[in-house]
């Protein structure tokens, strides 16, 4: 299970060792449950890609740029306890598992261990724009 640990989100982990080592060989694992997800887009990424792309060293002012900003917002998630599902281009997907928790209240239990606003600021600060 270690060496998936890079890999695959820690709720899928938390569900592979909860299964019988049997049923983990031969079955996939998947629970219904209560989660909040966030899928956060850099604002104005196609813009920067576009302006950059006339000058000689663009694509390494992309590649830290985009760094920085999915550094800031991973960064939030892992101190929030979300968990990165997927990225995509210049978006990344979040997931935060309610457990142990039912209803309304645990969908907004999951969005506030998200918030905080540190996120926004997190956004703010490593915005393709704001970076450029």
């Known amino acids: 299970m270690e060496a998936w640990s890079s890999f695959v989100p820690r709720a899928l982990l938390r569900q592979l060792q909860r299964m019988p080592e049997a049923d983990a060989e ?15 887009d850099a604002s104005g990424f196609t813009a920067l890609t576009e302006k950059l792309a006339d000058r000689p060293d663009g694509a390494e002012v992309l590649a830290a740029t985009l760094n ?3 550094e800031a917002i991973i960064g939030v ?3 929030r306890g979300g968990d990165v599902i997927s990225f995509s ?3 990344v997907t979040i ?8 209803g309304e209240d645990s969908g907004e239990s999951a969005a506030e261990r998200g918030e905080n606003g540190e996120g ?3 956004e703010r600060d490593a915005s393709p724009a704001m970076l450029a």
């Open 26 to 40: 031969t079955q996939l694992p998947g629970d219904t449950g209560e989660a909040a997800v966030i899928f956060s």
């Open 68 to 70: 920085r900003y999915f």
């Open 77 to 79: 998630a892992a101190r």
């Open 89 to 91: 281009g210049d978006a």
């Open 95 to 102: 997931l935060w598992q309610c457990e142990g928790e039912t």
């Open 120 to 122: 926004a600021a997190a």
